[in-house]
């Protein structure tokens, strides 16, 4: 497969992971001390809306089988671009109607266009080699799209509640530009020929593939030790390190770590198999989260080498799990079902990490600002995704016969 080709398909991953970061991190803490919402209600929001969205998408991936995938990814872009600028701006008056209304609309696109889009990468790959490369290449354009969103709203304004409002208005030219590109240089792919059965029938032919369960088990411990950092960076890096001007230039670094350790990644899991590189990934963010949970105010630098280490980890994370659910997914015929239920389990773990993590830190007394709970905040931070992490790696080092395909 011709480079180009392959980059032109990564590109469309620049603005959906461009979106999902303020998503997933700065939504909390905007709604929080911006618009002034209690974090019990906030953290229920969140929960709600995003268990309503992880709920649709094994609908869409079992649509995604039955349509084309590069039409349902167009026409899942406008609820998308749409849902984003509304949710970064919202009203003085129902706040909390705002941000549950305007979340449904962004995660609907956003959760259409990413199964599709998903979907068409493991039919445009005619071998494993082929979509380990067009994953990566479509994460690493995504973690592109992550650097940018974490280092814009300090450059576009001095007050980062207003940078994150002016963020969300250069979604739609980025959107518009990747998306061109990538309709024009991708084909559609292998023709998909998905079992004609209905929905019910097509997801219980997913979870039947022991080796896609055994897989999820993975996934599931690993992406719970991911969302809880994700959920809580900002407040652990403004009240436990008190530098919450760095913020945006430690998840830039984080996420420039991540892009920059695919291509070792890759060439690793050529050598040694997709599972063993993983391992040794999994292994690298334990170290990370253990250095994490030692730290105190004004550890600069100390937790500057933690976001390399962690953000090396996270190249690994994106490129090789999904790269092993393509190639199950093709093998079963039906890569719109598999990523539809792999999405439903990547965004339970985010709907539980802020659905439960909030809520629990109240309860521990936690207080966003200089606030209370400090211990409680660097326990839910860093101990918890160690544990939850430690767990991965067992389950990956039991499985990694029936995984290594």
Request: proline residues 6%; aromatic residues 10%.
């Amino acid at each position: 497969m011709a480079a180009g080709r392959t980059l032109a398909y990564g590109l469309l991953g620049l603005p959906l992971a461009f979106a999902a970061l303020p998503i997933y991190v700065h939504v909390p803490r905007f709604y929080a001390e911006v618009a002034g919402l209690e974090l019990a209600l906030l953290g229920a929001i969140l929960l709600g809306t995003r268990l309503l969205d992880a709920g649709i998408d094994p609908w869409l991936g079992w649509l995604a089988d039955r349509v084309p995938r590069p039409t349902m990814v167009a026409l899942a872009l406008v609820p998308f671009a749409a849902g984003f600028v509304a949710l970064l701006n919202p009203p003085v008056d129902h706040v909390a109607l705002w941000l549950a209304g305007s979340l449904a609309l962004t995660y609907l696109g956003f959760s259409a266009a990413s199964v599709a889009y998903q979907a068409w990468g493991a039919d445009v790959g005619s071998t494993s080699a082929q979509r380990t490369r067009l994953t990566a290449a479509r994460e690493g354009f995504g973690l592109v799209g992550v650097v940018l969103a974490a280092a814009l709203p300090a450059l576009l304004a001095s007050d980062l509640g207003e940078g994150i409002r002016r963020l969300s208005w250069v979604l739609p030219p980025l959107l518009l530009i990747a998306a061109v590109t990538t309709f024009s240089r991708v084909g559609a792919g292998q023709p998909v020929h998905a079992p004609r059965q209905p929905l019910l029938p097509s997801l219980r032919l997913v979870i039947n593939d022991s080796a896609f369960r055994r897989l999820l088990g993975v996934f599931v411990a690993n992406g719970i030790a991911a969302a809880l950092p994700a959920t809580l960076f900002l407040f652990f890096v403004a009240d436990v390190l008190e530098l919450e001007r760095a913020s945006g230039p430690l998840l830039a670094l984080y996420f420039v770590a991540g892009a920059a350790s695919l291509p070792l990644w890759v060439n690793l899991s050529a050598r040694f198999g997709r599972v063993h590189a993983w391992l040794a990934a999994v292994g690298l963010s334990i170290i990370a989260f253990a250095g994490a949970s030692l730290l105190g105010a004004g550890d600069l630098w100390p937790f500057a080498a933690i976001c390399v280490a962690s953000g090396l980890a996270l190249g690994a994370d994106l490129a090789l799990p999904a790269a092993i659910a393509a190639d199950l997914g093709e093998r079963q015929g039906q890569a719109g079902a598999c990523f539809g239920v792999w999405n439903f389990v990547a965004k339970l773990n985010l709907a539980l990490a802020a659905g439960l993590a909030l809520p629990l830190l109240a309860l521990l007394g936690y207080e966003p600002s200089g606030g209370d709970g400090l211990s409680s905040l660097t326990f839910a931070y860093a101990l918890l995704p160690l544990a939850f992490k430690a767990l991965a790696g067992a389950l990956l080092w039991r499985w990694r016969h029936s995984l290594e395909i």
